[in-house]
C-alpha cells in the first residue's frame, strides 16, 4: 500500500521524479497533531494526502495517512473496510479527526519491500517461482475482498508489500461496494491508468477490474514491462480500449492465461481471481504443456507515467534498459528437459505400427515384438527421467532468465474457434456421422474380416456393420462432447481433463454398445485372443461369440481411460490429423484385448476408426498459421 510507507516508486515520468526533490510535508518529526501518536519521520505524499510513519504512546508502529485531497471518497472506501481482517490485506485500525478538522487513517505499518521496488531491482523479470509468491498471497487478500463484495479498484505494484514471506495489499481504503444495483454505476474514476480495465474509462466496474489489473501485474512481473504504455494519459487509454497486449514476451505456456486475464469484454475474462490463479499454476507446472518446454525470455526495462488522473505521486523514478543475455542457461534445460530424440520415437511408434498391424493380418510378431517393446522401455524411461528433472531444471532456467522467443505460440487474442459455443459441439457430432460411414466403407472394402470375421464384402453380416458403425459415432459422440462439456466455462480453458471422465464415458459406451449388440442380435464379432482375464468375479467377459455386458464396459472404459482423446479433440492440438495418436490408440487397444477377453481385430479396427473420426470432426483451430500471418503482416 503505498500510503503505509515509502512506496519506492511507481515508475513515472521525469518531472514526477524532480517533484519529489523537493517534496515538502506539513508536520515535521516528532510532532503530535493526533493525540496518542508521534510522528517519527514522513514517508510519502500521493494523490490523497500524506503518509507518515508513527509510534504509538505504548510503542506501536504504525502509519498515519492525513486526508487532503478527496477526502470523501477515501473516506467512503475506509469506513466499509474498517472491520476487514485478512493477512494479505494492510488492516485499518480506525479513523480520527484531529483539532483542526483533518482526517486522519490510522493503519498497520509495512516495512517490507514493495513489488514496485522489487521490479525496478529486476528490470528484466522476475523468476518465476518468485511471480508465484506474489500471485498467490495477492489471490487469497483479493478473494477474500470480493467475497465481501469490495473491489479494489487501484491495485499496483506500488500497492503490494512482501514481509516475511508474507503479500500484503494496500490501499484498500479505496475499494468499493459492488451492490447488483450498481454494477454498472458511474463513478469516479480510480485506478492508475496503466493498470486501468477498459470499462472504467465508462464508469463501470466490477471484480472483472481487479482481475485485468492482476493481468497487467503478472505480465510486468514476467518480462519487466508493461503490456500498454505511451507518452500521454490518453494514448494509454486508447490502448487499454482498443490494442491487443503483445503477448511475444511471455512464456509460450503462460500466454492464453495472460490473454484472457487482459481482454477488452469483462465477460470473457476470468470469472473469480481464484481460476486466474489456478490456471496460471496449472500452465507453470505443465499440467497442459505446450509442444516447447523451454522458456521465453524476459523482456528489456521500461519507464512508466503519470498517475491516476494525471498526478505524480513523488519518489518515482525512471527504470533503466538492458536486459541479460538470453542464452545463459539454457544448456541444463535443453539437454535434460528436451524432447526424447526423434530416432526413438520413430523406432518405438514404428515397431507399435509394425504390432497392430501384424495382429491385424497375421503376420509374423517375433520381431516386431521385441523392437516395440525394447525401444517403447528406452522411450518410457527416458520420459518418465525428463519428468523427474523437468521442475529442477525449469527453475533454474528461470531464475537464470533462459527463454527462447521462437518457441511456437499460441493465439495472442481472441481466439474465436474453442469449445464455448453449442455449435462447435453440433456441428462436430454431425460431421461424425459422414465421416465414419466413409471410413467404415473403406475398411469394409479393404479388410472384410475386421467386421466380424467376413471373408469378403458381400459376406459382412449387417449386425456386425450396424454395432461397429453405431459404436464408432457414439464412442466419438462421447468423447467430442467430454472437451465441450469440463471446457466450456472460459475459467477452465486450459486446464486438463481427468482420465475419470473417459473412464465413466467409456463404461457408458459400454453399456450402450451392449444393448445395441443384443438388438440387433449380433452372433459373432471374431475370436479374442488369449487374455489375462476372462472373467471378473463371475461374469464371463465372451459369451457364445460376443463380448458380455461387463466385456464391452471393460473394452470402453479401458480404452477411453488410457489413451490421450483431450489431444485429439482440442482445437489447438497441433496438427488436425495426427497418425501417431491413431498408432498409440491402437496400441491401447490390442493392449486392452490382451488384458481384457474381446475380439481382438474388432476391437483394433474400431478404436482406430474412432480416432480417426475423432480428429477428423473436431474443431480446428489452426493458430500457427495466424501466426506466421500476423508476423508476416
Not at 483479493?142 to 499496483?156: E, P, Q
Not at 500452465?283 to 494525471?310: N, Q
Not at 498459421?625 to 503482416?633: D, E, G, N, P, Y
Amino acid at each position: 500500500m503505498s500510503s503505509s510507507r515509502i512506496a519506492n516508486g511507481h515508475p513515472s515520468s521525469r518531472r514526477a521524479e524532480r517533484a519529489s526533490k523537493n517534496m515538502k510535508f506539513t508536520f515535521a518529526p516528532e510532532s503530535r497533531p493526533l493525540e496518542g501518536y508521534t510522528i517519527k519521520r514522513a514517508i510519502y505524499r500521493g494523490g490523497f494526502g500524506e503518509v507518515y510513519y508513527a509510534l504509538s504512546d505504548a510503542g506501536r508502529e504504525v502509519a498515519l495517512k492525513l486526508l487532503q485531497h478527496n477526502s470523501d471518497v477515501e473516506l467512503r472506501g475506509v469506513q466499509q473496510c474498517l472491520n476487514l481482517s485478512h493477512p494479505n490485506l494492510v488492516t485499518i485500525f480506525d479513523v480520527r479527526q484531529d483539532g483542526d478538522g483533518d482526517h486522519w487513517i490510522i493503519m498497520e505499518y509495512i516495512a517490507g519491500e514493495t513489488l514496485d521496488a522489487t521490479l525496478r531491482r529486476q528490470s528484466s523479470g522476475m523468476p518465476v517461482e518468485s511471480v508465484r509468491s506474489w500471485l498467490r498471497g495477492l489471490t487469497d487478500g483479493m478473494a477474500y475482498l470480493h467475497s465481501r463484495g469490495l473491489v479494489h479498484r487501484d491495485l499496483k505494484p506500488a500497492n503490494m508489500f512482501m514481509e516475511n514471506g508474507v503479500v500484503k495489499i494496500g490501499d484498500v481504503g479505496l475499494s468499493k461496494f459492488i451492490a447488483p444495483s450498481r454494477h454498472s454505476a458511474q463513478t469516479q474514476s480510480v485506478g492508475t491508468v496503466h493498470y486501468m480495465a477498459p470499462e472504467v474509462a465508462k464508469g463501470r466496474y466490477g471484480r472483472e477490474v481487479d482481475i485485468y489489473a492482476i493481468g497487467i501485474i503478472l505480465y510486468e512481473m514476467l518480462t519487466g514491462k508493461l503490456p500498454f504504455d505511451g507518452e500521454s494519459t490518453g494514448e494509454i487509454l486508447m490502448k487499454h480500449l482498443s490494442e491487443p497486449p503483445d503477448l511475444s514476451p511471455l512464456p509460450p505456456r503462460l500466454q492464453p492465461v495472460i490473454e484472457m486475464a487482459l481482454r477488452k469484454d469483462p465477460k470473457e475474462r476470468f470469472s473469480r481471481v481464484e481460476a486466474l490463479q489456478r490456471a496460471f499454476e496449472e500452465a507453470v507446472l505443465g499440467v497442459s504443456p505446450p509442444k516447447s518446454t523451454e522458456e521465453v525470455p524476459a523482456a528489456p526495462g521500461h519507464a512508466r507515467v503519470p498517475d491516476r488522473d494525471g498526478k505524480q505521486d513523488a519518489g518515482f523514478v525512471q527504470l533503466p534498459e538492458g536486459r541479460p543475455s538470453a542464452k545463459k542457461g539454457q544448456k541444463g534445460c535443453a539437454t535434460s528437459c528436451g524432447p526424447a530424440p526423434g530416432w526413438m520415437k520413430g523406432v518405438a511408434f514404428g515397431g507399435l505400427g509394425l504390432l497392430v498391424m501384424g495382429t491385424v493380418f497375421g503376420w509374423d510378431l517375433s520381431f516386431p515384438m521385441v523392437v516395440s517393446i525394447l525401444f517403447t522401455s528406452g522411450l518410457i524411461t527416458y520420459s518418465r527421467s525428463k519428468k523427474a528433472n523437468r521442475k529442477t531444471k525449469l527453475n533454474q532456467a528461470r531464475r537464470a532468465a533462459a527463454v527462447n522467443v521462437s518457441a511456437p505460440q499460441p493465439p495472442p487474442q481472441n481466439l474465436r474457434r474453442s469449445w464455448g459455443t453449442t455449435g462447435d459441439l453440433l456441428g462436430s457430432m454431425f460431421l461424425t456421422v459422414p465421416i465414419a460411414a466413409m471410413l467404415i466403407t473403406c475398411l469394409a472394402a479393404l479388410k472384410p474380416s475386421l467386421l466380424g470375421g467376413a471373408s469378403s464384402l458381400s459376406d459382412i453380416d449387417p449386425a456386425n456393420l450396424g454395432l461397429f458403425a453405431s459404436m464408432t459415432i457414439l464412442s466419438s459422440w462421447a468423447l467430442i462432447t467430454i472437451p465441450f462439456s469440463v471446457l466450456r466455462a472460459p475459467e477452465h480453458r486450459f486446464r486438463s481433463i481427468s482420465r475419470y471422465h473417459y473412464g465413466l464415458a467409456g463404461l457408458f459406451v459400454g453399456v450402450v454398445a451392449y444393448l445395441i449388440e443384443q438388438y440387433l442380435m449380433v452372433s459373432d464379432l471374431g475370436t479374442p485372443s488369449r487374455a489375462i482375464f476372462s472373467r471378473l468375479g463371475d461374469q464371463s467377459l465372451f459369451i457364445d461369440g460376443v463380448p458380455s455386458w461387463i466385456g464391452f464396459m471393460a473394452f470402453f472404459a479401458t480404452l477411453f481411460s488410457f489413451a490421450n482423446w483431450q489431444e485429439m479433440s482440442s482445437p489447438r492440438r497441433k496438427d488436425r490429423f495426427s497418425i501417431s495418436s491413431v498408432v498409440g490408440v491402437g496400441f491401447v487397444a490390442w493392449l486392452t484385448t490382451t488384458v481384457f477377453a474381446f475380439p481382438t481385430q474388432f476391437g483394433l479396427a474400431l478404436a482406430v476408426i474412432i480416432a480417426c473420426v475423432t480428429q477428423l470432426s473436431s474443431p480446428f483451430d489452426d493458430w500457427r498459421s495466424k501466426q506466421k500471418s500476423r508476423k508476416v503482416a
